[in-house]
């Protein structure tokens, strides 16, 4: 499941790249420059997840939208988001005469709202809600248990022949061999193997919510607006410090945790710094930069 991180010290976006399809996490002023820029193909966003409603995770994603028009789009496209996203989107578009030549699906969530808003065949996405200074969603993109390894050599011990059948195993079935014997899946499979996880935690300050959201995750990206002489900001403005981030990570049980979301406090030497002192809490974290790819 590879990721890419793209984040600056003000605005927000972060896709998801999972087997060619992109997941944007926040849509800030300047995402489609950026994606234009990267590895990533807008023709393959497959959903945009916008977590709340302050600019600098917002002002992007009409511009996208209306590029995806333009370049022909006809794949439908999913929008999720905090209520109010609708009327800032119908502004934006009804005064500039923009009518859609493919399906958008925009889901408002209520404030509070918990629970999967997009479940397909092998992931899924749920929101919980943060603690920040307005409604603010932060989300999980989880993928399913895949079977267990298949044992090849214990499959021929029992005399099951090579073709369908191997497949059949694979998917669950249990299946018949000529001598009547019956074959379950448990019998040539080892235990399932958990799906990986990313968590995507913008903004909030630290909270025991985001420690349930990022619950033994692969990858915890949270924010990490301030450092250690701003706890007093941070409180009041209900943003993370970086130690705060990685608190979260070591008692959610993360694997890594990606640090983001930098206030224009600070240069890149004093960031690396914060880093350095976080890692006394939790030390697999890796500093975000624009246009970081990160292999999960």
């Not at 934006?92 to 509070?112: C, I, M, N, V, W």
């Not at 040539?188 to 919510?209: A, I, M, N, W």
Request: proline letters at 4%; aromatic letters at 8%; hydrophobic letters at 35%.
């Amino acid at each position: 499941m590879p990721g890419w991180q793209d984040t600056s010290s003000k605005l927000s976006a972060t896709a998801l790249v999972r087997e060619g399809d992109v997941f944007l996490f926040d849509c800030g002023e300047g995402t489609q420059l950026q994606l234009m820029r990267s590895s990533v193909k807008r023709s393959r966003i497959h959903s945009i997840f916008i977590g709340h409603l302050h600019g600098d995770h917002l002002y992007g994603i009409a511009g996208l939208l209306s590029t995806l028009h333009l370049d022909g789009r006809e794949t439908p496209l999913n929008v999720f988001g905090p209520e109010g996203l609708q009327v800032f989107l119908n502004a934006a578009f009804r005064t500039s005469y923009l009518q859609f030549g493919f399906k958008l699906t925009l889901k408002e969530l209520p404030r509070g709202f918990r629970g999967r808003v997009l479940d397909e065949e092998d992931f899924y996405v749920e929101a919980l809600p943060l603690d920040h200074s307005i409604f603010c969603l932060g989300w999980r993109f989880q993928e399913k248990d895949k079977p267990g390894v298949f044992n090849l050599e214990r499959a021929e011990e029992l005399g099951i022949p090579r073709g369908p059948l191997y497949g059949r195993l694979q998917h669950g079935e249990n299946i018949t061999l000529s001598d009547g014997r019956i074959i379950t899946p448990d019998m040539v499979l080892g235990g399932p193997r958990p799906g990986k996880s990313v968590v995507y935690c913008l903004d909030t300050q630290f909270s025991e919510r985001s420690i349930r959201l990022a619950d033994k995750c692969t990858t915890l990206i949270h924010e990490t607006t301030f450092g250690p002489d701003a706890i007093d900001m941070a409180r009041e403005r209900k943003h993370s410090t970086m130690e705060d981030a990685a608190r979260v990570a070591k008692e959610a049980g993360a694997q890594t945790l990606i640090a983001t979301h930098f206030s224009t406090l600070y240069d890149g030497r004093q960031i690396a710094q914060i880093g350095d002192d976080a890692r006394e809490v939790f030390e697999p974290i890796t500093i975000a930069r624009d246009l970081l790819e990160v292999e999960i």
